[in-house]
């Protein structure tokens, strides 16, 4: 069993910025890979960026640029720092760890970004 906890979200304008971040617990030495995903009201969930064991990421072409998934193998955490936010990047955002390929899921973290 893996817990994920993500915090970080809430009300931006425009341009600006936000870091999200998701804490880690259980087992944690069974993770392949960590990443974000966000669901829009109305749209399907989609991947936003991933980070696996050895370090390599990956990014949706919608935020190459802006966003950087990062991990603090101490801290069993990890972040997502996103920079020149858009309205369309509104979306609850969730924490995804993968274990011997089943997913686990965070609760979800809001992100709003004003016009």
């Known amino acids: 069993q893996v817990q994920l906890v993500e915090s970080g979200g809430g009300l931006v304008q425009a341009g600006g910025s936000l870091r999200l971040s998701c804490a880690a617990s259980?087992?944690?030495?069974?993770?392949?890979?960590m990443g974000w995903y966000r669901q829009a009201p109305g749209k399907q969930r989609e991947m936003v960026a991933i980070?696996?064991?050895?370090?390599?990421?990956n990014y949706a072409d919608s935020v190459k640029g802006r966003f950087t998934i990062s991990r603090d193998n101490a801290k069993n955490t990890v972040y997502l720092q996103m920079n020149s936010l858009k309205p369309e990047d509104t979306a609850v955002y969730y924490c995804?760890?993968?274990?011997?390929?089943?997913?686990?899921w965070g609760q979800g973290t809001q992100v709003t970004v004003s016009s």
């Open positions: 980070i696996i064991s050895g370090g390599s990421t």
């Open positions: 995804n760890a993968v274990v011997s390929s089943y997913p686990y």
């Open positions: 259980g087992r944690i030495f069974s993770i392949n890979g």
